[in-house]
């Protein structure tokens, strides 16, 4: 019962991952320009969430793949049940989709971890930094 809801479970995670980038562009941008604190404190958090719902959907799709899961398109046209588990993995990001899924991984990767070490920077400066990572994520997402 729960293997035909990992495609579901990746969806979602994927269109949280979208709002949290959504979020993370817009508030600390607006924040930065309008010199409110609280707002350009949303790009962290954001940057972490975006992170952690990135990697869900991600790795229910490597589930997908190692599963056989021929529901899932991506799968269905990319992969066979004859495959090696190495290939089945490989897979993943072996088309344009999942390419694209591992770049949003990546850069969602490295912006959160941008976030954890802003240490002494000016906020104005992290809020931008954040707000233009979010715009970038925002962009990679919309490729879907």
């Not at 350009?40 to 992170?51: D, I, N, R, W």
């Not at 991600?58 to 793949?65: D, W």
Request: hydrophobic letters at 60%.
């Amino acid at each position: 019962m729960f293997i035909k809801l990992i495609p579901e479970i990746g969806h979602f995670a994927l269109i949280i991952a979208l709002l949290m980038a959504m979020v993370q562009a817009v508030m600390p941008l607006a924040g930065a320009a309008t010199r409110r604190p609280l707002w350009m404190a949303y790009g962290q958090p954001m940057a972490a969430g975006q992170f952690v719902f990135i990697a869900i959907a991600y790795a229910c799709l490597t589930a997908s793949y190692m599963l056989d899961d021929f529901s899932v398109a991506n799968v269905a046209n990319n992969s066979n049940s004859l495959l090696p588990w190495y290939y089945k993995f490989s897979a993943v990001w072996g088309n344009h989709e999942g390419s694209v899924l591992l770049w949003s991984f990546m850069l969602a990767g490295w912006g959160f971890v941008a976030s954890l070490f802003t240490g002494n920077l000016p906020r104005d400066m992290v809020a931008r930094v954040m707000g233009v990572m979010g715009l970038v994520c925002t962009g990679f997402y919309c490729l879907f």
